[in-house]
Every structure is written in structure tokens, then in C-alpha cells.
């Protein structure tokens, strides 16, 4: 089983998984779609990469896939306006469907939380078509780099590594895919990687609240205190690390995510 999300489903979370769409978060894949395609879009959040992919491969099946029923709904909404989507309560450790259903099977920033990575993509080849594509995207925690460098922020990073493999993640995923890919028996992987960069005073605010926000507010700030990782005191400096970078002119910020397209 996959361990509890690590990030729940706080608003501050949420904003940045609404600002997901193909374009800035699953072009490697984009180039692979075709008009009739089935897809299965698990850990597919709000629904916003969902409904890029599902726009692509119009007429064609678009399952949107999730562990929580109450993201579901807000990807029903986002998704509202095409006939192409369906949903389903799903582990990606266990999936509910038979061998060969999909054409293509996508996950986006999932690997780096459940349980079993390698588990998981076989589970994911398992319901695809020979011949068919298995797509991963994952970001690569020690990637990360900002400026200007707060000292209240410096923790921020090592707490965070903490947390996630505390609950039984690894934010280094992204270098790691295709070694998982390779356990999990693909042997025609392609690696890709690509960035997120965040500098103008709106991205600055943005993702200084959906990060800095979470690390006080979110189930990261709960794992933190509980697994004693650091206290709500400490919790509340590097909040305001992040507005403190976020406020600065020459605030710059970015992180590398790791691809990968496995032939199934």
C-alpha cells in the first residue's frame, strides 16, 4: 500500500497542483498523443494535466485516476466541459483494471511518494498495451536552487528530506527513474529531464505561499512536528525565509524533474 500523502490536500498544495498542465508539466509526453488514444492519468490531482491530455487524444478514453475521492471532484470540475473523462479511486500499487487496457499510462510527480516505485510501474505496464507507452515525471529534490538565500530558509531542504522519507518517499526521485524503470523490466526507456523556474513578483508570491504556506499549514508541517523533525517555532522562520526571498527583487528559483518514456 502507499503510504499517506505526504503533502495532504491544503490550499497551499493545491494552488500548485492547479497551475499543472501538460504544456509546463508533461511536454515530454505531448509529442507521444494521437486523437483516439486511451489514456490512464493516475495521481491526476485537480485534473488540470488531465484535461490537456485529454484534449490531445479527443475522441479517445481518458481515465483520471486518484487515491482521494475528494480531489476527484475537483477534477470532475475541471475537467467539466469535455465528454472524454472518466474517474476512478485507484492505488497505483494495485490498479483496477485488466492487463493491456491503456495506450498510454502517465503519472505526474507520483513515484516519489508511494511505497513501492519499482511495484508501481510494473503495475502501471501491467494494464498497458504492448507496444504501448508508460510516462513518469518526478522532481529531483537535490535539483533545487534559489536566490537570494535567507538563513531563515536554509533548513527548509533538509527538513523536507526528513519528512518525505519519513513517510516512505524519496524526493530524489527523478535520478532515479530510470533505475526503477529497469527493475520494473522496461528495457526501452527514454530519459528526459526539464525545469520549473519561478522569478517574476507573481511567481515569487505564489510559490513563496504554496511552499512556504505548506510548510506551516499543510500535513508536511504535521509530519515535521510529530516526527520530530522540527518544531512549529522553526516551522514558522522558514515561512518566513520564503516571503523574505519572495520579497526580494532579484528572487530567482528553480528545480529539475526527471522523465522518462518506457515502451511497454
Known amino acids: 500500500m502507499a503510504p499517506a500523502y505526504t503533502h495532504g490536500h491544503h490550499p497551499s498544495v493545491l494552488s500548485a497542483h492547479r497551475w499543472r498542465t501538460v504544456d509546463n508539466s508533461a511536454a515530454y509526453l505531448a509529442g507521444h498523443l494521437r486523437p483516439g488514444m486511451s489514456v490512464l492519468d493516475v495521481g491526476c490531482g485537480p485534473g488540470t494535466i488531465t484535461a490537456g491530455l485529454a484534449e490531445r487524444v479527443a475522441p479517445g478514453r481518458v481515465v483520471a485516476a486518484d487515491a482521494a475521492e475528494t480531489v476527484l471532484d475537483e477534477a470532475r470540475a475541471n475537467t467539466a466541459g469535455l465528454d472524454n473523462v472518466e474517474f476512478a479511486v485507484a492505488d497505483v500499487h494495485a490498479l483496477d483494471f485488466p492487463d493491456g487496457t491503456f495506450d498510454v499510462v502517465h503519472a505526474h510527480q507520483v513515484l516519489q ?57 524519496e524526493p530524489d526521485a527523478g535520478r532515479r527513474l530510470v533505475s526503477w524503470a529497469r527493475s520494473a523490466g522496461f528495457t526501452d526507456v527514454t530519459a528526459s529531464s526539464s525545469s520549473w523556474c519561478f522569478s517574476t513578483p507573481e511567481e515569487r508570491e505564489w510559490w513563496s505561499e504554496s511552499w512556504g504556506g505548506r510548510m506551516v499549514a499543510s500535513s508536511v508541517a504535521e509530519h515535521a512536528v510529530e516526527g520530530g ?17 519572495a520579497a526580494a527583487d532579484d528572487g530567482w528559483f528553480s528545480l529539475t524533474h526527471g522523465e522518462i518514456i518506457c515502451r511497454a
Do not use: C, S
Open 113 to 169: 511518494h508511494v511505497a513501492d516505485p519499482v511495484g508501481a510501474l510494473r503495475e502501471m505496464r501491467r494494464v498497458t498495451r504492448p507496444g504501448g507507452i508508460v510516462a513518469a515525471r518526478d522532481v529531483d529534490f537535490g535539483t533545487v536552487v534559489w536566490y537570494p538565500e535567507p538563513p531563515e530558509m536554509a533548513p527548509w531542504v533538509p527538513i523536507y528530506y526528513a519528512v518525505a522519507r519519513g513517510n516512505g518517499g
Open 229 to 245: 523533525h522540527a518544531t512549529r517555532e522553526e516551522l514558522q522562520r522558514i515561512y518566513e525565509g520564503w516571503k523574505a526571498w
